[in-house]
């Protein structure tokens, strides 16, 4: 069993952060769980386009506001507390946060725990969807 809590972490390796984003990363491959699942927060006013070509994502949202645009048809989804996506054909998005964004990740195969976004915005490959 694994039990760890998120101030547990806050201040280690398994928190990354760039300019528009802190990962708290509470699971990852090491665990050996398949999939890594992320506590994470999007920056008020900030625009992230992405697309993980290695990997699945869910995203449930419990704090905050923001929408995230399909770049492939174009589609606007509202982000809002309960709020769930996933990208399961590895769609090219853009997540928009309006206030400050808490999402609940989690990553299929799972991430090691020093991935950034490339200038592509994906994450390199870490296994096989």
């Known amino acids: 069993m694994i039990i760890r809590r998120l101030d547990e972490v806050l ?6 952060s760039d300019a528009n ?3 708290r990363r509470l ?23 992405m697309q993980y070509r290695h990997h699945v994502e869910a995203v449930y949202c419990v704090e905050g ?16 507390p309960g709020t769930l996506y996933a990208l399961d054909g590895h769609e090219r998005h853009l997540l928009a946060a309006e206030s400050e964004l808490r999402l609940v ?3 299929n195969p799972a991430l090691t725990g020093d991935e950034v976004h490339d200038a592509d915005g ?8």
């Open 27 to 49: 699971l990852l491959a090491a665990d050996g769980l398949g999939f890594s699942l992320h506590d994470t927060l999007i920056r008020a006013g900030t625009s992230i386009e």
């Open 65 to 80: 506001r923001g929408s995230i645009r399909n770049l492939e048809d174009g589609a606007v989804t509202e982000i809002v």
């Open 105 to 107: 990740c989690v990553f």
């Open 11 to 16: 201040g280690t390796e398994r928190e990354v």
């Open 21 to 23: 984003w802190n990962s």
């Open 122 to 129: 994906t994450y390199p490959p870490t296994g096989s969807v």
